[in-house]
């Protein structure tokens, strides 16, 4: 029988109150606190303990302070990637983001969905689904791109749009849901 964080990875509904679990998000809150409270010329473009978390980060990524993640191995940023002041990554899944991607303050990428039947979601039961931010991806300030929705390359997604499905590359997304506008010009 699989445990909880086998659970959360393999997509099957978990229990986020697992001991191991709450152990893990600690270790995030951690390293998260060491980010944001470290001054920013000690701290570089990210702090040594949150580097050390992540599945993988370019050398050339750069978060602005302050930053929350859920666990941080889920979290893999590609080179040239900034996160900018207030981001939030809730990583129950992978959360993978594409070179030179850009997210505004207060973007919040929730890969965490907790179960629709209160007596379920009352013992912690979610499920994982995983986000991906394509290359040259633009994400306006708070912004909200939820589980299983992936952005192509070059897409931009407005500041305060809800993005509940998938983005094609090259297009522009705004509103809540998210839909598709016409380009200016």
């Not at 679990?21 to 001054?39: F, G, K, Q, V």
């Not at 602005?64 to 809730?90: I, M």
């Not at 013992?123 to 689904?129: D, F, M, P």
Request: proline share 6%.
């Amino acid at each position: 029988m699989a445990n909880e964080r086998e659970k959360m990875a393999a997509g099957d509904w978990y229990s986020c109150l697992d001991p191991v679990l709450d152990a893990l998000r600690n270790n995030a809150r951690i390293a998260c606190h060491a980010h944001n409270t470290m001054p920013p010329d000690q701290r570089g473009t990210i702090a040594p303990a949150l580097r050390a978390l992540f599945g993988a980060v370019h050398e050339t990524v750069f978060l602005e302070a302050p930053f929350h993640c859920a666990y941080g191995f889920n979290v893999f940023l590609d080179k040239g990637v900034y996160l900018n002041a207030g981001c939030t990554v809730l990583d129950t899944a992978p959360v993978r983001i594409g070179a030179r991607t850009m997210l505004g303050p207060s973007v919040q990428l929730y890969c965490a969905d907790h179960h629709r039947d209160p007596t379920l979601r009352v013992q912690g039961l979610e499920i994982a689904r995983p986000i991906t931010l394509g290359s040259d991806v633009w994400i306006g300030g708070g912004a909200i791109i939820l589980g299983g929705v992936t952005i192509g390359d070059g897409a931009i997604v407005g500041a305060g749009a809800v993005v509940t499905r998938d983005v094609a590359a090259g297009i522009t997304v705004a509103g809540n849901p998210a839909r598709a506008i016409k380009p200016r010009g």
